[in-house]
T-cell receptor
Framework: GQSLEQPSEVTAVEGAIVQINCTYQTSGFYGLSWYQQHDGGAPTFLSYNALDGLEETGRFSSFLSRSDSYGYLLLQELQMKDSASYFCAVRASSGAGSYQLTFGKGTKLSVIP | ETGVTQTPRHLVMGMTNKKSLKCEQHLGHNAMYWYKQSAKKPLELMFVYNFKEQTENNSVPSRFSPECPNSSHLFLHLHTLQPEDSALYLC?????????????FGPGTRLTVT
């Protein structure tokens, strides 16, 4: 099976930088996705890393180290609207050519003025 | 708007009722998913459909019965549920199964079982 660990809560100041870490244990690993979910909203895809290194998309960046079974989401120039829950999700083979996403419990980010 | 709609948005049902949740995607995707989201727990994958064929059933109790008549529509039929089944039920789609890393979610149905 798969297991993921990420902090349950993080608080950061508007305009600052915050890093949300995710460690995982899995077999048949293919990659790590990140999703954002505002209260009462649907999860929204942010990024996906299949290879080691940093992927940058605007203010958000995501990093993966396959050898360390570790990744992080980096949010820069924080805005109040970034207050949301952030989920890491492992994409792994579940056999028979199927690739499941297994989600972590999520990190609730609070951005304060 | 993600292109995935779900109805109803809220549902209250008794343990002896039968109801159905509906999901429709307007993205031309071929893979669809049902998830359960409970407080303090990670999203739990329930079912996966690829080209309207079920490919995954993650040990979901038989009181949950999925149906996928075509690649755009997904249903979750509910009967004799338990109070612990109260949760947010999310539908998602991806362009194909191999692109499961990028899923588009609907707004969910908030289910309360009394």
């Amino acid at each position: 099976g798969q297991s993921l660990e990420q902090p349950s809560e993080v608080t950061a100041v508007e305009g600052a930088i915050v890093q949300i870490n995710c460690t995982y244990q899995t077999s048949g690993f293919y990659g790590l996705s990140w999703y954002q979910q505002h209260d009462g909203g649907a999860p929204t895809f942010l990024s996906y890393n299949a290879l080691d290194g940093l992927e940058e998309t605007g203010r958000f960046s995501s990093f993966l180290s396959r050898s360390d079974s570790y990744g992080y989401l980096l949010l820069q120039e924080l805005q109040m609207k970034d207050s949301a829950s952030y989920f890491c999700a492992v994409r792994a083979s579940s056999g028979a050519g199927s690739y499941q996403l297994t989600f972590g419990k999520g990190t609730k980010l609070s951005v304060i003025p | 708007e993600t292109g995935v709609t779900q109805t109803p948005r809220h549902l209250v049902m008794g343990m002896t009722n039968k109801k159905s949740l509906k999901c429709e995607q307007h993205l031309g995707h071929n893979a669809m998913y049902w998830y359960k989201q409970s407080a303090k727990k990670p999203l739990e994958l329930m079912f996966v459909y690829n080209f309207k064929e079920q490919t995954e059933n993650n040990s979901v109790p038989s009181r949950f019965s999925p149906e996928c008549p075509n690649s755009s529509h997904l249903f979750l039929h509910l009967h004799t549920l338990q109070p612990e089944d109260s949760a947010l039920y999310l539908c998602a789609s991806s362009s194909r199964l191999a692109n499961s890393y990028e899923q588009y979610f609907g707004p969910g149905t908030r289910l309360t079982v009394t």
